[in-house]
């Protein structure tokens, strides 16, 4: 069935580092690829989406491309901020349901 | 953008006792709403699917006379949990979606931390 990996956390970085987080997913069809973010005690809010092969999503700074070839859709931010700490899910949306990955918490040290 | 309200965001109750979290969509219609219970440092695990005025639909392992949904209105789902255990402690949330959403992001309520004593 459908899936997604995303790689495991914690991750810790200082403030202004590069930011990736791996994402891969398993799919029938042609599905759409989400990032959601969660702040402690919070509900997921959307970071940003892609429909398509191709398509790059983008949002705070953050930036996300659907590479059918490679399955992936890793998230990437070219300088992160304290505020930036929380946890991602890398999602997919296929067929009416969402798949979601396991969560990758990110740590942002000032 | 699309606002979802879930209420209440941490409940504490006895062992034994029904809680019931509401999850509402405050500005569209939610033709369609999900429920997902959230273990520690894990993923969501989605409980159900409910459309407005139709029975809920739930998933393998989930078992539908401890978990009740009611989606009677577009703008109203409710999750009551009866007879808490305490392994029923868990952080709830809710998502929607409105008629014609398709491969639309869902809306994603705060979520509610139950703590059955």
Known sequence: ?110 | GAVVSQHPSWVICKSGTSVKIECRSLDFQATTMFWYRQFPKQSLMLMATSNEGSKATYEQGVEKDKFLINHASLTLSTLTVTSAHPEDSSFYICSARGPGQGNSPLHFGNGTRLTVT
């Open chain 1, 1 to 110: 069935g459908d899936s997604v990996t995303q790689m495991e956390g914690p991750v810790t970085l200082s403030e202004e580092a590069f930011l990736t987080i791996n994402c891969t997913y398993t799919a029938t069809g042609y599905p759409s690829l989400f990032w959601y973010v969660q702040y402690p005690g919070e509900g997921l809010q959307l970071l940003l989406k892609a429909t398509k092969a191709d398509d790059k999503g983008s949002n705070k700074g953050f930036e996300a491309t659907y590479r059918k070839e490679t399955t992936s859709f890793h998230l990437e931010k070219g300088s992160v901020q304290v505020s930036d700490s929380a946890v991602y899910f890398c999602a997919l949306h296929n067929f009416n349901k969402f798949y979601f990955g396991s969560g990758t918490k990110l740590n942002v040290k000032p």
